[in-house]
C-alpha cells in the first residue's frame, strides 16, 4: 500500500485544494448575479475605476494580459463593459447594465466574507488571507 500522507505536506497540493474549495464557495455565492467570481471582481474595478486599463486589470487581479483580454472579450459581449483605445493603452469602462449589477456584486462579495469568516471564524480568515498575500508576494519576487 502506498503512502500518500506526502500530500499533506505538499504545499502545490494543499494550496491547489484550498483554492478548489473556495472557488466553489465563491462560485455558490456569486451564482445570483450569473457571473463568476473573478468577472465580477473584473467589473467591480471597472465600477470603482472607470477606464482602467486592462494592464492595471491584469495586474490586479492577478492573471496574465491574454486572459484578461478573454475576459473582457466576454463582458463586452455581454454589454456588461466597453473597451476604448487610447494610444497603446487599452482602457475598460462599466456599462449602465454593469453599474445597475453593482449592488448584486457587493452583497455576493459580502456573502463570500461572511460564510468564510463563519466557516472558519474572523481572525482565522483574516490570518490566512494575509498569510497568503504575504507568500505569494515572496514567491513572485524570486
Known amino acids: 500500500m502506498a503512502d500518500d500522507r506526502f ?3 505538499c504545499l502545490f497540493f494543499t494550496a491547489n485544494r484550498l483554492g478548489r474549495i473556495i472557488t466553489k464557495i465563491a462560485e455558490e455565492e456569486f451564482a445570483e ?3 463568476t467570481p473573478m ?3 473584473l467589473i467591480r474595478l471597472a465600477i470603482g475605476k472607470p477606464g482602467i486599463s486592462q494592464k492595471e486589470l491584469a495586474e490586479k487581479l ?3 494580459s491574454s486572459t484578461l483580454t478573454r475576459f473582457v472579450d466576454k463582458l463586452e459581449a455581454k454589454k ?3 473597451r476604448r483605445v487610447s494610444g497603446k493603452t487599452v482602457q475598460v469602462f ?3 447594465k454593469a453599474i445597475a449589477m453593482e449592488e ?3 452583497r455576493a462579495s459580502h456573502n463570500l466574507h461572511a460564510r ?3 466557516i472558519l471564524g474572523k481572525e482565522t480568515t483574516a490570518a490566512i488571507t494575509e498569510a497568503v498575500l504575504k507568500t505569494s508576494k515572496r514567491l513572485e519576487q524570486n
Do not use: F, M, Q, R
Request: zero cysteines; a negative charge.
Open 116 to 118: 468564510l469568516d463563519a
Open 33 to 35: 448575479t450569473g457571473l
Open 62 to 64: 492577478s492573471i496574465a
Open 104 to 106: 448584486a456584486l457587493l
Open 7 to 9: 500530500l499533506e505536506h
Open 80 to 82: 456588461l463593459v466597453k
Open 94 to 96: 462599466p456599462t449602465e
Open 39 to 41: 468577472y465580477g471582481y
